[in-house]
């Protein structure tokens, strides 16, 4: 089966422009999870999603950061202003079901879209 | 937040050694999953644990599990070079909404030198 695709793979943009990353999940998958992980550091969830609803997006900056998921299947996120500490790998990931303390399903990520601000 | 912290940060061994790294989280879990990153690829899941689980093995991996002592340990046998990555554990956390997220440690970098 296809996997979760993402695009652009790299991107390199100055301080205070926007850019927009694209995600497809897995078909099927109702979960999709935007994680940004910066480099020498695990990856930190930013935004979930369970179907085209937000399950959580405590850690997300929402002065500068926004996510959608619109048809409950492909999802954007979108950087506007950037700053420099933005710089990480912008990965998406997907599951069946919604993760939870007992389902403890896998989560399948995506090749990452690699952000550098300069 | 973070739950869960790998140890070391970074391994060096030769191939064909084998590999132990570790993993202490803070809370009680039900579940817990070690995932593997090669250099500039997205994570890949090797493994899922479950709390009434104790001992776990899936080809060369063996994975640990010791509830009383909040910790887990990955084995890695008879390494080889292609199993150079970052190893993350992944343990569940209340996130907003009191959802529950998988939250990652900063990893093990492994390198298996030929």
Sequence with gaps: EAGVAQSPRYKIIEKRQSVAFWCNPISGHATLYWYQQILG??????????????????QLPK????????????????????????SAVYLCASSFFLWGQGSGNTIYFGEGSWLTVV | SQQGEEDPQALSIQEGENATMNCSYKTSINNLQWYRQNSGRGLVHLILIRSNEREKHSGRLRVTLDTSKKSSSLLITASRAADTASYFCATPAIGGGSNYKLTFGKGTLLTVNP
Excluded: C, H, M, Y
């Excluded at chain 1, 930190?44 to 609803?53: D, R």
């Design chain 1, 63 to 86: 002065d500068r950061f926004s996510a959608e998921r619109l048809k409950g299947v492909d999802s954007t996120l979108k950087i506007q202003p950037a700053k420099l500490e933005d």
């Design chain 1, 41 to 58: 550091q695990g990856p930190k969830l930013l935004i979930q999603f369970q179907n085209n609803g937000v399950v959580d997006d405590s």
